[in-house]
């Protein structure tokens, strides 16, 4: 027993390492028409070979509060057939609505330090709104694939382990002037090491 589990560990290994020898990450920076960085642009690779089996988790949760009359984070990226959680932690009450094809839905007015939930089953940009607050402005990025991030203040997005190959790099925002608020850009990822790229997006001045 203990010859077969180590027969099957060092084979793990094998596999881990092989697969570690033909992956790259990707860097990329976000820019705008002027070179300035910017930020809540979601990336999301479709890498040579495709997008592995399994359950997408991201490690920053699924949840969207409402704080301070707004939606934080701003955007968010979840995977397919996640539950998103909306707690309230303001003293007013919200409303939430969405238009958006993958997901239409309201939750009606729910009150301080209460939370609803919604489940997203079908992937796509999900613009909120909240009927009392016009002001409020938010997007859940619903993606079927584990690679995946958004831009910070510095228009960096790192996205490790890659297959090598051809990766198919996706990049939305929600000013972004073109079909889908998207754009597609195809980079050759290394079999080891980085790739880094810069990215010029056209966007709007508001929503
Ligand atoms: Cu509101």
Same mark, same amino acid.
């Given at each position: 027993m203990r010859i077969l589990s180590s027969l099957i560990l060092s084979g793990l290994a094998l596999l881990l390492g092989t697969s570690a020898a033909h992956a790259g990450d990707?860097?990329?920076?976000?820019?705008?028409?002027t070179g300035k960085p910017v930020s809540d642009a979601v990336v999301t690779v479709r890498p040579a070979g495709g997008v592995p089996d399994g359950p997408i988790r991201f490690p920053w949760g699924t949840t969207m509060v409402q704080e301070n009359i707004a939606f934080s984070p701003h955007v968010l990226?979840?995977? *397919?057939?996640?539950?998103v959680r909306f707690p309230n932690h303001d003293k007013v009450r919200h409303h939430i609505y969405s238009f958006s094809? %993958? +997901?239409? &839905?309201?939750i009606k007015l729910f009150g301080k330090d209460e939370?609803?939930?919604?489940? &997203?089953?079908t992937a796509g940009a999900v613009a909120l709104g909240c009927n009392i607050h016009d002001q409020m402005s938010g997007f859940i990025k619903v993606v079927d694939t584990p690679f995946a991030a958004k831009s910070?203040?510095?228009?960096? *997005?790192?996205i490790p382990g890659l297959a090598a190959g051809t990766a198919q790099?996706?990049?939305?925002? %929600?000013?972004?002037? +073109?079909k889908n608020n998207e754009q597609l850009?195809? *980079?050759?990822? %290394?079999?080891?090491?980085s790739v880094g790229r810069s990215a010029s997006v056209a966007l709007r001045a508001s929503l």
């Amino acid at each position: 027993m203990r010859i077969l589990s180590s027969l099957i560990l060092s084979g793990l290994a094998l596999l881990l390492g092989t697969s570690a020898a033909h992956a790259g990450d990707l860097d990329l920076k976000i820019i705008d028409a002027t070179g300035k960085p910017v930020s809540d642009a979601v990336v999301t690779v479709r890498p040579a070979g495709g997008v592995p089996d399994g359950p997408i988790r991201f490690p920053w949760g699924t949840t969207m509060v409402q704080e301070n009359i707004a939606f934080s984070p701003h955007v968010l990226i979840v995977p *397919v057939g996640a539950t998103v959680r909306f707690p309230n932690h303001d003293k007013v009450r919200h409303h939430i609505y969405s238009f958006s094809k %993958p +997901a239409k &839905f309201e939750i009606k007015l729910f009150g301080k330090d209460e939370a609803r939930s919604y489940t &997203f089953k079908t992937a796509g940009a999900v613009a909120l709104g909240c009927n009392i607050h016009d002001q409020m402005s938010g997007f859940i990025k619903v993606v079927d694939t584990p690679f995946a991030a958004k831009s910070g203040g510095n228009g960096q *997005v790192r996205i490790p382990g890659l297959a090598a190959g051809t990766a198919q790099v996706t990049i939305w925002h %929600p000013l972004m002037k +073109a079909k889908n608020n998207e754009q597609l850009l195809l *980079v050759p990822i %290394p079999g080891s090491g980085s790739v880094g790229r810069s990215a010029s997006v056209a966007l709007r001045a508001s929503l």
